[in-house]
């Protein structure tokens, strides 16, 4: 695992959990969590950087302050239990955890009061609570989501460069497929002119069914906005000289950016996919995670 313990700040949070509007469409989740505000990781093409998320000083992980409390507290009062989705805006893996476990903390209160978990992460650190997942997966659904853009280790050191390489997260998926948790990628975003190459979107899914991935999803293509946008071509003129004016140039101010070849490679993606065996429809990744619980509800009921 490559993190280290650091300095981290704290701020102050009112409330922790926030029950999904949509309904839990969106991998099932039915309630939000952030631990952390911030993210060290430096991905190029990050959205959570943008001014509407008011975040000052991304790169710089910051704690909520009492946490831990709050989540017991709220956790204890609810009557719906349903599954808890943690780090939609920031790794909750982020090395500060290392020291904090502000993550492990809350792991083992989702245990306690037999909520299930959905995690999005980078960081092969999420394997230090192995032992959690487990316990959490022997009762309730649980749902582990690594984002991967790349099969390419060298362009993942660029895009992604203060976590772990893709190599290792397909390592770290193996590790908790083998353990019966239910593990996937989100393959997103994927960067117009520079990780949309079919024979690598081949790859990633080859190497996913290799480390026992059990579905992926895409969107195909990333979203620009504002500062985000001014900080990713800030480094496509470092690291992709003469990409930003073939952005400008093919998307101006839009905020969808699909990739160009879009409907060739999710053909692509697709057949892919069934060759392997690998979900990527979000209805079928639900019920595929959430299909052991609901056998043994039905089993309970007899
Ligand atoms: S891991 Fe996620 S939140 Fe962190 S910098 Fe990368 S895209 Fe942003």
């Known amino acids: 695992m490559d993190v280290g313990a650091e300095y981290m700040e ?12 949509y309904g839990s469409e969106w991998y099932g989740v039915d ?28 790169d710089i992980p910051k704690g909520k302050e009492n946490a831990l409390l709050l989540l017991e507290s709220e956790l204890s009062k ?12 920031s790794d909750t893996y982020n090395p500060c955890e290392l020291q904090y476990e502000q993550t492990r903390g809350a792991l083992k209160l989702l245990s306690k009061y037999n909520y ?9 650190l999420i394997l230090r609570d192995l032992d959690l997942l487990k316990e959490i997966n022997a009762k309730n659904n649980v749902i582990i989501k690594f984002t991967i853009t790349t099969p390419k280790d060298e362009l993942s050191k660029i ?3 203060h976590v772990c390489v893709s190599s290792k997260r397909l390592e770290a998926i193996k590790i908790l497929s083998d353990n019966g948790i239910f593990t996937g990628i989100m393959m997103n975003p994927v960067l117009p002119f520079i990780t949309d190459k079919e024979e690598d979107i081949k790859e990633l899914v080859r190497l996913a069914h290799e480390s026992g991935a059990k579905f992926i999803q895409t969107f195909m293509g990333m979203t620009l906005r504002e500062n985000q946008r001014d900080y990713y071509y800030e480094m496509l003129d470092k690291h992709f000289k003469g990409l930003k004016e073939k952005y400008r140039k093919y998307y101006g101010e839009r905020y969808n950016c699909a ?5 060739t490679l999710y053909k692509v993606f697709t057949e892919e996919c069934d060759k392997y065996g690998i979900l990527y429809n979000m209805k079928e990744i639900i019920k595929a ?6 056998d043994h509800e039905q089993i309970s009921l007899f």
């Open 31 to 58: 309630y939000n969590m952030n631990l952390y505000r911030g993210c060290p990781h430096g991905c190029i093409y990050c959205d959570s950087r943008s001014n509407c998320y008011h975040i000052d000083h991304f």
């Open 289 to 294: 995670y959430k299909k052991e619980i609901k």
């Open 259 to 263: 990739v160009p070849n879009y409907k």
């Open 116 to 124: 299930g978990v959905s995690i999005d992460t980078k960081s092969d």
């Open 78 to 89: 609810k009557k719906d239990h349903g599954v808890v989705g943690i780090g939609s805006m």
């Open 10 to 21: 704290f701020v102050k949070a009112k409330t922790i959990l926030t029950k999904v509007k």
């Open 159 to 161: 895009i992604e460069p």
